[in-house]
Structure formats: structure tokens, C-alpha cells
């Protein structure tokens, strides 16, 4: 098997002599030209050709515009990532990066799609995602489910381990499964209790009674280590974030996209990030006009601390 790589598509790269399948041809002529008319726009791709067959097939591609790799400085430093199916004649697959800003917004930094969701592809996306946007930036929290590509990833990856980076679990999928394996209402309520309470006494307490209702349900929660999904033992760097919820709500936007060609993928993924530039700009602009230092979120959070400490 023959595989191309490359990135930052440049004209004076002899890609289109390949033999494509026509709908790659065609994405990357798009590709090429939207990253000519976008300065700063970073697209990597991979292509492989099959033994015995004349053309080069996709594998993966990944790309981020350049406001949205800049404003990642300005974002919290939690990050979650999701993955969809792209409904369509190829089975193919599409992840996404996204932030939180500070007025708690989403705000989508990265895609990337790929021809299977394997260890290789999101090791690919992950590589990618550091060297690209969060680049020298530390100690970003990474949320997503446990599929076990993303696991085997992170566990092989330096940048993504502790210090530099500290990978947890989406709660609500961790609860899923534990509902699939233990259908017991009052027990999901108590682990979503555990999962969520701040303080250390009251985790226990929770799991406790979790334990004398079930001791096979205690020891399958148990065995994933609870740094990896509550908040108590967090530190605060989760910043209140349970879930890849922000992710999945910004793949539900792209969902009318799914079932059209890549580049019409890549153009309404554009046509969000633009969206949201304009639209927080011009809410930036407003409160600046009146005085207003902050956003609404960060001073809703200000006065409730306030008024608990009187």
C-alpha cells in the first residue's frame, strides 16, 4: 500500500497528476483555492493507493482556519473532541475540535475527516491539533469518550499526557454505558451525584451507598480511575465541563451538510466559523460602546460568588 502525504495544499505540488477518484480531485482543487483566497488556512491530507489498483484513494484530511487557530489563546483551556458519521455514498467519518470562549460559547477550531476512526487516523488528528492550535500552549484538558482509538492515542502521544495536557472522560457517555451494563434509576442518579459534587466527602458518601445498593455496580464504576470523571479531584481545570456536549451541538449544526460531498462540508464549516466571528464582534462592539468591560457570562458568575461570600 502507497500513501501521500502533504500539507499546506500548494499549486506547485504536482497533486492533481495523480490518479484521484474524481470527488478528491475535486475536493482538493477546492481546497487549494480556499486556502490561497484565506492566509494562514493549515490543511494537512492523506492519500493511499491499494496495491494492484491505478488510483490513490482518500484517508484522511484535516483543516483549520486562521482566526480560529488565533483565538484559541483567548478560549478556556478545555477542549472537546467528537467524531460523526457522514451519511452518504462513502463511509467516512467526521471529527471536530472544539472550544469554549470566555462568555461560554462554542467556538469550533478543528476538523478533520477521515476514511475510518482507527488509533492511526485519530493519532493523526491529535498530532495535528497540537502542533497547529494549541501549539506550545499547557495543561488543556481533553474531553471525549473512551472510544479506544482516542485512548490507545492519548496513552502514545507525550503532548497529550500530564503536565501538558490531561485527558478526561465525557460523563454522559460514561453513564451510558453504565446504564447499559446496570439498569438501576437510582443508582444513575448516584453516580451522576458522585460525578458531579466538588467536595471529596460528598463523593464518597455517594459511592458508598452506590457500593451497599450493588457491590458489582460500585466495582464496575470503580475500575475507572475517578480522576478521570468527577469533579472533586479535578482542581477546577475541567471549569464545570461534564461533557463532549459542546462538540456534539456543533456537529448537530453540520448535520445538513453530512450527506453532501466534502467540500460542501468544508464550506459550511467555514460559513459557521464566519458566522460566529460576526456575530461576536458586533456583541463585543455593543458592550465596549457601553462601558461594559466584561461579557455577561463572566460578570453573572462575578456577582453570584460575590453575593455567596457576603
Known amino acids: 500500500m502507497d500513501t501521500f502525504n502533504g500539507n499546506h495544499f500548494n499549486l506547485d505540488i504536482d497533486l492533481i497528476s495523480l490518479v484521484l477518484i474524481p470527488y478528491i480531485k475535486a475536493s482538493i482543487r477546492y481546497m487549494t483555492a480556499l486556502q490561497q483566497l484565506n492566509l494562514g488556512m493549515v490543511v494537512e491530507w492523506k492519500l493511499e493507493r491499494i496495491l494492484g489498483k491505478p488510483e490513490y484513494t482518500f484517508n484522511y484530511m484535516f483543516w483549520a482556519f486562521k482566526p480560529a487557530i488565533d483565538v484559541f489563546s483567548h478560549c478556556r483551556p478545555v477542549i472537546s473532541i467528537d467524531d460523526t458519521h457522514v451519511y452518504g455514498k462513502y463511509d467516512i467519518k467526521l471529527l471536530i475540535f472544539v472550544a469554549v470562549d470566555a462568555n461560554g460559547q462554542i467556538f469550533p477550531l478543528a476538523f478533520a475527516i477521515c476514511a475510518n476512526e482507527s488509533q492511526e487516523m485519530w493519532m493523526l488528528f491529535l498530532n495535528h491539533l497540537k502542533e497547529y492550535v494549541v501549539k506550545q500552549r499547557s495543561g488543556i484538558y481533553l474531553i471525549s469518550d473512551r472510544h479506544g482509538g482516542i485512548l490507545s492515542s492519548v496513552e502514545n502521544l507525550l503532548a497529550w499526557q500530564e503536565p501538558y495536557a490531561y485527558h478526561r472522560y465525557c460523563v454522559r457517555h460514561l453513564k451510558a454505558n453504565f446504564q447499559k451494563a446496570h439498569p438501576n434509576k437510582d443508582l444513575h442518579d448516584l453516580m451522576w451525584m458522585a460525578a458531579t459534587d466538588h467536595q471529596q466527602h460528598k463523593f464518597r458518601r455517594h459511592i458508598e451507598y452506590i457500593r451497599q445498593e450493588d457491590e458489582a455496580t460500585y466495582h464496575w464504576l470503580m475500575q475507572h480511575n475517578p480522576e478521570k470523571w468527577t469533579l472533586h479531584v479535578d482542581g477546577g481545570r475541567r471549569w464545570g465541563t461534564l461533557t463532549t456536549n459542546v462538540s456534539e451541538s456543533f456537529n448537530g449544526l453540520l448535520k445538513s451538510a ?53
Do not use: C, D, N
Open 258 to 310: 453530512r450527506g453532501l460531498p466534502i467540500t460542501a462540508m468544508v464550506r459550511m464549516s467555514f460559513k459557521q466559523m464566519a458566522e460566529r466571528f460576526v456575530e461576536r464582534s458586533v456583541a463585543a462592539m455593543s458592550l465596549m460602546e457601553k462601558g461594559v468591560a466584561f461579557m455577561s457570562v463572566s460578570m453573572q458568575r462575578f456577582e453570584k460568588y460575590r453575593r455567596r461570600a457576603h
